[in-house]
T-cell receptor
Framework: AQKVTQAQTEISVVEKEDVTLDCVYETRDTTYYLFWYKQPPSGELVFLIRRNSFDEQNEISGRYSWNFQKSTSSFNFTITASQVVDSAVYFCALSEEWDSNYQLIWGAGTKLIIKP | DAMVIQNPRYQVTQFGKPVTLSCSQTLNHNVMYWYQQKSSQAPKLLFHYYDKDFNNEADTPDNFQSRRPNTSFCFLDIRSPGLGDAAMYLC?????????????FGPGTRLTVT
């Protein structure tokens, strides 16, 4: 069973629009961590955020915000007032203790295209 | 700046000709990872080192080997590259493995097999 689902394969918006990238996860662990990484065309994966399962507070960092909802097993990522530099592939990942000793379980990624 | 460095950024090798990719880190992290990432896919973990302890993923082909001579360096050896091994190879580090620390990635080495 797929543990991290990013249903949106590709999203294209015009600059300055807000955009939300969805991430749904599945786990039996009570202690787990969720991550978002950004991979621009250059190829390097850039860490954006880590959230543990006991902290459901939403987080805002500049134009980025994350909405963690355990009730729906979702950890969605919103970019406000998008910019061309936000164009990248975004990966959501899950880390569990019981099975994988905290190895990352990756979603398939969402390719975000911001048009000028 | 502390970072993860991969050399070379682009590597071309011939079918069957051994190739070595290198990774170094200045973060002094205990854990180093090697991932393979093919086009439009998520990274796939090949193996990782926790200090000197080597951990191979069950589905990593025997064709892939790794060495970690010291804390700072880690190498990926592909003994007989096939056309299917053409991919981006990403090195990553994390502080430790018994807690979910974030992983820091290098820029990757794009391998072409001719």
């Amino acid at each position: 069973a797929q543990k991290v689902t990013q249903a949106q394969t590709e999203i294209s918006v015009v600059e300055k629009e807000d955009v939300t990238l969805d991430c749904v996860y599945e786990t039996r662990d009570t202690t787990y961590y969720l991550f978002w990484y950004k991979q621009p065309p250059s190829g390097e994966l850039v860490f954006l955020i880590r959230r543990n399962s006991f902290d459901e507070q939403n987080e805002i960092s500049g134009r980025y915000s994350w909405n963690f909802q355990k009730s729906t097993s979702s950890f969605n990522f919103t970019i406000t007032a998008s910019q061309v530099v936000d164009s990248a592939v975004y990966f959501c990942a899950l880390s569990e203790e019981w099975d994988s000793n905290y190895q990352l379980i990756w979603g398939a990624g969402t390719k975000l295209i911001i048009k000028p | 700046d502390a970072m993860v460095i991969q050399n070379p950024r682009y590597q071309v090798t011939q079918f069957g000709k051994p190739v070595t990719l290198s990774c170094s880190q200045t973060l002094n992290h205990n854990v180093m990872y090697w991932y393979q990432q093919k086009s439009s896919q998520a990274p796939k973990l090949l193996f990782h080192y926790y200090d000197k302890d080597f951990n191979n993923e069950a589905d990593t082909p025997d064709n892939f080997q790794s060495r970690r001579p010291n804390t700072s360096f880690c190498f990926l050896d592909i003994r007989s590259p096939g056309l299917g091994d053409a991919a981006m190879y990403l090195c990553a580090t994390s502080r430790d493995q018994d807690r979910a620390h974030e992983q820091y990635f290098g820029p990757g080495t794009r391998l072409t097999v001719t």
